[in-house]
């Protein structure tokens, strides 16, 4: 048990790291940006897997070493028990005198015949539910009868049903992270496109899983995400976030969206549909953008920006536009004349400069005065290269190498545009909200509160009941009467049993008492 308790700390101690630093199966993008910005220290941590705790290969050993030192002392102690429960109480020691508790009295030959009376009559109705004993004159210790009495068996059973629900917990554990997937995904609120359906990986923005899954048996519904609200107190700490969403399942998500179930999504309080649980993870904006060309086709493109304060929601990000066929019918001349849009944006924003119209930051985290201030570039935006791109900066390399040039630099607030050299005309629109939801699978979870419920009532148990035991000796005396000597013993010193022993004793002693006496219905 020793290397179970050493191994448990050690499991302890390792998963602070976890709490500490970015995971990457919670967020990639802070792992990355940690190692960028702690530089050799950050690449030590990536090689001691402090970014990967909890599937790393020493926590794993961890796990696996404490899951056997546990079996290793689980066998031994069970079988123990199970011979302790099938054995008869130990024979009383020889002199009782020495023990904690001890109580003795002569009893008069008027009440004593013999010592089968006496313990049918005197003893046996007050032991009925422990495990009791008779020894003979010729076995005991002293040479006289004597009486053995054991109870609290059901300790050590709550403590290996403790111990027993920790292994088992541990198997379970392992077995959802084998089995489990979650995933994350961004859906702008308010749209009519603003739903997420659990039914392909490529749903998700980002997507994690099991050994044993792949993202090919997800359990099917659809999100439609109508609304989200924030409340802020006047310092801009925020009280409340609540989404207002509807879902459906199965045959239900061909019907009008209207008629989906209704729910109120919040923050730890997450929807629990067809054995997913899907969660409030974050919250931003999106701003939305609105290109119209000299020839009169328009686009309009909407896409979040990530919050850079997390207090007001100054927010950055980029957009990219493909001009209209129509005006350049050419490959190249097209992939010249893309249109790139970077910049930050203030829910409610801050201008300083000598005519205010510099925009430096966000006053609140609330849309109260939405403006942009944003860098409009024309060129090759990388639209068409067949390479991923971030959706939050746009490809420096391009700009370096002059693919992508900066034509304006413009600060807009909501409803208003400006015009390019050429005549194009960028308006900006406003902003919505987005939500960051994620989705979780664990099959175990529900077996997992049932194996913690058990293990609190084993742990409860093994620290409330008492291992007692209790012994009697009668001892003839030459003038007819018989010394009746009481003792009793406890395996742990707990408070109480003095007491309990004291009412025991009376009892069989028959010494005066004004407390009625009480049977105990600890087993």
């Given at each position: 048990?020793?290397?179970?308790?050493?191994?448990?700390?050690?499991?302890?101690?390792?998963?602070?790291?976890?709490?500490?630093?970015?995971?990457?199966?919670?967020?990639?993008?802070?792992?990355?940006?940690?190692?960028?910005?702690?530089?050799?220290?950050?690449?030590?941590?990536?090689?001691?897997?402090?970014?990967?705790?909890?599937?790393?290969?020493?926590?794993?050993?961890?796990?696996?070493?404490?899951?056997?030192?546990?079996?290793?002392?689980?066998?031994?102690?069970?079988?123990?028990?199970?011979?302790?429960?099938?054995?008869?109480?130990?024979?009383?020691?020889?002199?009782?005198?020495?023990?904690?508790?001890?109580?003795?009295?002569?009893?008069?030959?008027?009440?004593?015949?013999?010592?089968?009376?006496?313990?049918?009559?005197?003893?046996?109705?007050?032991?009925?539910?422990?495990?009791?004993?008779?020894?003979?004159?010729?076995?005991?210790?002293?040479?006289?009868?004597?009486?053995?009495?054991?109870?609290?068996?059901?300790?050590?059973?709550?403590?290996?049903?403790?111990?027993?629900?920790?292994?088992?917990?541990?198997?379970?554990?392992?077995?959802?992270?084998?089995?489990?997937?979650?995933?994350?995904?961004?859906?702008?609120?308010?749209?009519?496109?603003?739903?997420?359906?659990?039914?392909?990986?490529?749903?998700?923005?980002?997507?994690?899983?099991?050994?044993?899954?792949?993202?090919?048996?997800?359990?099917?519904?659809?999100?439609?995400?109508?609304?989200?609200?924030?409340?802020?107190?006047?310092?801009?700490?925020?009280?409340?976030?609540?989404?207002?969403?509807?879902?459906?399942?199965?045959?239900?998500?061909?019907?009008p969206t209207s008629e989906w179930t209704k729910y109120t999504l919040?923050?730890?309080?997450?929807?629990?549909?067809?054995?997913?649980?899907?969660?409030?993870?974050?919250?931003?904006?999106?701003?939305?953008?609105?290109?119209?060309?000299?020839?009169?086709?328009?686009?309009?493109?909407?896409?979040?920006?990530?919050?850079?304060?997390?207090?007001?929601?100054?927010?950055?990000?980029?957009?990219?536009?493909?001009?209209?066929?129509?005006?350049?019918?050419?490959?190249?001349?097209?992939?010249?004349?893309?249109?790139?849009?970077?910049?930050?944006?203030?829910?409610?924003?801050?201008?300083?400069?000598?005519?205010?119209?510099?925009?430096?930051?966000?006053?609140?985290?609330?849309?109260?005065?939405?403006?942009?201030?944003?860098?409009?570039?024309?060129?090759?935006?990388?639209?068409?290269?067949?390479?991923?791109?971030?959706?939050?900066?746009?490809?420096?390399?391009?700009?370096?190498?002059?693919?992508?040039?900066?034509?304006?630099?413009?600060?807009?607030?909501?409803?208003?545009?400006?015009?390019?050299?050429?005549?194009?005309?960028?308006?900006?629109?406003?902003?919505?909200?987005?939500?960051?939801?994620?989705?979780?699978?664990?099959?175990?979870?529900?077996?997992?509160?049932?194996?913690?419920?058990?293990?609190?009532?084993?742990?409860?148990?093994?620290?409330?009941?008492?291992?007692?035991?209790?012994?009697?000796?009668?001892?003839?005396?030459?003038?007819?009467?018989?010394?009746?000597?009481?003792?009793?013993?406890?395996?742990?010193?707990?408070?109480?049993?003095?007491?309990?022993?004291?009412?025991?004793?009376?009892?069989?002693?028959?010494?005066?008492?004004?407390?009625?006496?009480?049977?105990?219905?600890?087993?």
């Amino acid at each position: 048990m020793r290397t179970a308790l050493i191994l448990l700390f050690l499991l302890a101690l390792g998963a602070i790291p976890g709490a500490i630093l970015p995971q990457r199966s919670l967020n990639q993008e802070k792992v990355d940006t940690y190692i960028a910005d702690n530089g050799k220290l950050g690449q030590i941590y990536d090689k001691l897997q402090l970014f990967d705790v909890f599937s790393s290969t020493w926590f794993t050993a961890i796990y696996v070493l404490l899951f056997i030192s546990l079996v290793g002392c689980i066998i031994p102690r069970t079988w123990e028990h199970y011979k302790a429960m099938r054995s008869q109480p130990v024979r009383a020691p020889k002199n009782l005198n020495r023990l904690p508790h001890y109580r003795a009295r002569a009893i008069p030959a008027s009440d004593f015949s013999d010592t089968d009376t006496f313990a049918r009559t005197r003893i046996s109705p007050l032991f009925k539910r422990w495990h009791t004993r008779e020894t003979s004159a010729s076995e005991d210790r002293a040479g006289q009868w004597s009486f053995s009495a054991e109870r609290g068996y059901a300790r050590e059973f709550c403590n290996l049903v403790f111990h027993i629900g920790l292994t088992v917990m541990l198997v379970f554990i392992a077995a959802g992270r084998l089995m489990y997937y979650e995933g994350q995904v961004i859906v702008i609120a308010g749209n009519e496109n603003s739903q997420f359906c659990n039914s392909a990986v490529a749903n998700f923005d980002s997507f994690w899983h099991g050994a044993l899954g792949d993202g090919t048996r997800l359990s099917p519904y659809c999100l439609q995400i109508e609304d989200f609200k924030a409340d802020y107190l006047s310092n801009g700490q925020a009280k409340m976030f609540t989404s207002d969403i509807r879902y459906a399942t199965k045959n239900d998500v061909d019907k009008p969206t209207s008629e989906w179930t209704k729910y109120t999504l919040k923050v730890n309080h997450p929807l629990r549909i067809a054995g997913d649980r899907v969660y409030l993870q974050g919250h931003g904006y999106a701003p939305s953008f609105t290109v119209k060309w000299p020839d009169g086709e328009t686009r309009t493109g909407e896409i979040q920006w990530q919050p850079t304060d997390m207090t007001n929601f100054l927010s950055a990000g980029a957009m990219r536009f493909d001009p209209p066929a129509g005006m350049c019918p050419d490959l190249q001349e097209r992939r010249k004349n893309q249109l790139a849009i970077q910049g930050m944006y203030a829910p409610t924003a801050v201008f300083i400069g000598e005519n205010n119209n510099v925009l430096s930051a966000s006053r609140f985290p609330t849309q109260d005065d939405e403006a942009v201030a944003i860098d409009v570039f024309r060129g090759d935006a990388g639209l068409d290269t067949g390479v991923g791109q971030s959706i939050f900066t746009l490809d420096t390399s391009l700009i370096h190498q002059g693919l992508l040039s900066k034509i304006d630099r413009v600060n807009l607030r909501k409803g208003e545009k400006t015009t390019l050299n050429d005549g194009t005309e960028i308006t900006f629109n406003g902003a919505k909200p987005f939500v960051n939801l994620q989705v979780s699978h664990d099959p175990t979870q529900g077996y997992l509160l049932g194996i913690t419920l058990i293990m609190l009532a084993g742990l409860v148990g093994s620290v409330s009941i008492k291992r007692r035991r209790m012994w009697v000796r009668v001892t003839p005396q030459g003038d007819g009467t018989a010394l009746v000597e009481t003792a009793g013993l406890a395996r742990t010193d707990r408070a109480g049993w003095g007491r309990e022993f004291n009412k025991y004793a009376r009892a069989i002693l028959q010494e005066p008492d004004d407390d009625e006496y009480e049977d105990d219905d600890e087993d």
